[in-house]
């Protein structure tokens, strides 16, 4: 069906008809209810406390019958979240703390850890520039520029493989 059937469709409906459907939705798909429950009552602070609680999980695991679990360090769980907020209509500054506090938290951790792993520095590189591209795509550059500037000094610090990859993506908004 195409947009403009359905226009024409709710449009023959009357509004009792209207309310039916949308609470049937509301019922049925959990995405309908999950968008409903934030549109009337966005507690934004509160999904952005708990998906940073779940993101640094990924690196510091909290203990677990008094044995300490071992870091996952998955991009995806960031991932996950990030596309979760674009898709609820967050405010585009939460979005943007989540996707760079992501890199912050794994630069940590890769600060006091060893990683051989390549594809973690690949994997940190790309969700580098993809906040980078979403702060230029919502005019908030700016207000993250010294978050940017300090993830990509911590590259040069920590001795980073890609680090002339995050020059080169820092280089693009300097000039």
Known sequence: MSKRDLKKYLAELNKEQLEEQIIELYEKFAPVKVYYNFVFNP???TLLQECKLKISNEYYPV????????????????QKYIKHFILLGV???????????????????SSENTIKNDLFFKS???????????????????DFKPRIIAIHNQSIVQKWYNEPEFNATIERFEY
């Open 43 to 45: 507690k934004e602070e």
């Open 63 to 78: 203990k677990k019958l008094g044995r300490r679990s071992k870091p996952k360090m998955r991009r995806s769980v960031a």
């Open 124 to 142: 940190m590189f790309n969700s580098f520039e993809q906040a980078v591209i979403f702060l230029i795509a919502n005019g908030i550059l700016n």
């Open 91 to 109: 405010d585009p500054f939460i979005i943007a703390d989540v996707m760079l506090y992501n890199i912050e938290i794994a630069q940590t951790f």
